[in-house]
T-cell receptor, first 119, second 116 residues
């Protein structure tokens, strides 16, 4: 069974701190790893990573994937109170069926890291 | 609004009643997913459609749960004889066909179910 494990499960920091969130996985037929931010509603997409060692950056957020060690990290620098949310890691796995058409791509989520940024 | 929409957004029901949720994916997205999320947990995969074909079902989807996507557009998720443990947010998501560069899954706002 595919597994995605995030750590820590919760984290409390002060504004201006830098945080690193971890995600490790064990899946069959890895396709990609995605990071989502979830506030009170549905998850919103942050990054998709498919290749090892290539950092993706968006403002104060950055992420990198290590396919050999099967993990990813999400960094947030100079945290702000608006960064408070649950950060979800998800791994896409699966592939196309050899016969009959179709595919069985699936997204498996970790439990998330609850980040609280205090002023 | 051209995002994934779900209806109803909130539902309170008595134990034993049936409930049905509807999801309208982003148009031209042929893949549609249902997830369940409880407080403090990440979304758990329930089932997945490619067009009208239901390609995978999680073992979490007991025989009280059924999902359909009859014309390959909107989907419904029905829970029969609800139990208190069914209380959760039911998330629908959709995506384009898998491409070489990957796909991004877009989530709806979710349907909150409370079974009392």
């Amino acid at each position: 069974e595919d597994k995605v494990v995030q750590s820590p499960l919760s984290l409390v920091v002060h504004e201006g701190d830098t945080v690193t969130l971890n995600c490790s996985y064990e899946v069959t037929n890895f396709r990609s790893l995605l990071w989502y931010k979830q506030e009170k509603k549905a998850p919103t997409f942050l990054f998709m990573l498919t290749s090892s060692g290539i950092e993706k950056k968006s403002g104060r957020l950055s992420s990198i994937l290590d396919k050999k060690e099967l993990f990813s990290i999400l960094n947030i620098t100079a945290t702000q109170t608006g960064d408070s949310a649950i950060y979800l890691c998800a791994v896409e796995s699966g592939g196309r069926f050899v016969t009959g058409g179709g595919s069985n791509y699936k997204l498996t989520f970790g439990k998330g890291t609850l980040l609280t940024v205090n002023p | 609004d051209t995002g994934v929409s779900q209806d109803p957004r909130h539902k309170i029901t008595k134990r034993g009643q049936n409930v049905t949720f509807r999801c309208d994916p982003i148009s031209e997205h042929n893949r549609l997913y249902w997830y369940r999320q409880t407080l403090g947990q990440g979304p758990e995969f329930l089932t997945y459609f490619q067009n009208e074909a239901q390609l995978e079902k999680s073992r979490l989807l007991s025989d009280r749960f059924s999902a359909e996507r009859p014309k390959g557009s909107f989907s419904t998720l029905e829970i029969q004889r609800t139990e208190q443990g069914d209380s959760a947010m039911y998330l629908c998501a959709s995506s384009l066909p898998r491409t070489v560069s990957g796909n991004t899954i877009y989530f709806g706002e979710g349907s909150w179910l409370t079974v009392v």
